[in-house]
């Protein structure tokens, strides 16, 4: 099977290589958040080409191939692998990327074989990772979970070598050294990146506390990758964001302060999207990023409408929320890209589109009565010279009714159970 598709002028030429494991097989290593469950070989193959074309390679070719065995040495069979290095022979294919886990021997054998660069699912991940990584702290994070993964692959490499010299325990040959080396300098490069990021998170978790000293609720976006979080994050709050029609145009946490039609204000935040088969190397940077979900006051799940894969996606997103803590959390459903499609919206979930605008200020409008759900009312007295005071419950709560009366004002104000038990304090104080 070959197919074309959106090509990109200029771009290395790639082949994508789906790979259905034989059945009852559990990979070495295996992945983070379990199989693509629920995914047809097909839907599989679209997205790994999905993720080859975020990398900008110009897929040229793609196949899914299903092992009846595998082959130590290169996994797919000789007939797959003639297909293919035909493929990159007649269309001068550079690339070729295996949707699996592959051994570095594995790795090595097929690059011999095609003669391309070969690329495993794990390599891909993380070298988009790197690509869309833009604050210090994703970056940093990246680059441990590459530093982590080759430094897995030279040890493996490094076992086999000895296997192959039958284990007599003597100094190996240059390459052997120069394995030895490798490893020295990932080994300190790692050391330092790390102490980089320890800093750097340091930072990131005073910022955190201080926005909860200030009482600004948190509303996190979450979802599968491509769902369109970005594009409503950018919506949202009409602010300039780094759109790419690609997976993972996030892995960095983004946030924006933003004032809601009820006049609440809110820091509104953008996550990586989720992935099925996320390679474990990342799975200590994805976590980070969802630190600000597991400290959100509300989340927004953003599903894509438009794709068959909804539901499975949705699965997913559940499984790794239940695993950090969140599934609890106070939640609004989205369901975005309502201009693709006429499919109904599911139950009390909120169509919406983030290209066209439609439903968006609706959704404002709900983000503002969910956060304002459990809130108290007020009725106070303010004296008419006070301005602090007044500036105050402006700014944490939402004034329902004000009237003067002579020198003093008589409000009645939404708060947060916290802030009425602060503003009791703060009287009871003068
Ligand atoms: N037709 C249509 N396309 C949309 C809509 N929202 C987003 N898209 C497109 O969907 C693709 C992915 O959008 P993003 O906003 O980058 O998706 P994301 O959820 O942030 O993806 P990750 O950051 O990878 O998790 C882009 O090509 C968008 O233009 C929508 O409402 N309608
Ligand atoms: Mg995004």
Redesign the pocket.
Known sequence: MQALIDRTPGAPKGAVVGVEMPRGYAPEGGFALGPRAGRTADEKLAEAVNLAQALDIDVVYSEAVHLSKIIPATLLGGGVVERVAAAVAEQGIEVVVVDVLLSPRQQRELELALKAKVLDRTGMILDIFAKRARTRAGKLQVEVAQLTYQQSRLVRLWSHLERQRGGTGKAGGPGERQIELDKRMLNARLAKVKGELREVEQGRGLQRMARQKNNVPTVALV???????????NRLVSEGTL????????LDPLMRKLNLPNGLDVVLV?T??FIADLPHELVEAFKATLEEVVMADLLLH?H?L?NPEMLAQAHDVETVLAQIGAAEKRRIEVF?????VTMPVPGDGYG?????GKGVVELLDVVGDRLQEDWETMEVQVPAGEGKKLAWLYAHGEVVTKALDGEMWSLAVKLRAGDVALWKKMEGAQ
Do not use: E, H, P
């Open positions: 979802g599968y990758t491509n769902a369109g979080k970005s594009t409503l994050f759109v790419d029609d690609a997976l993972f145009a996030t953008d990586v999207g953003v894509d438009s975005n890209k309502i201009d693709k919406v589109s983030a290209v066209t």
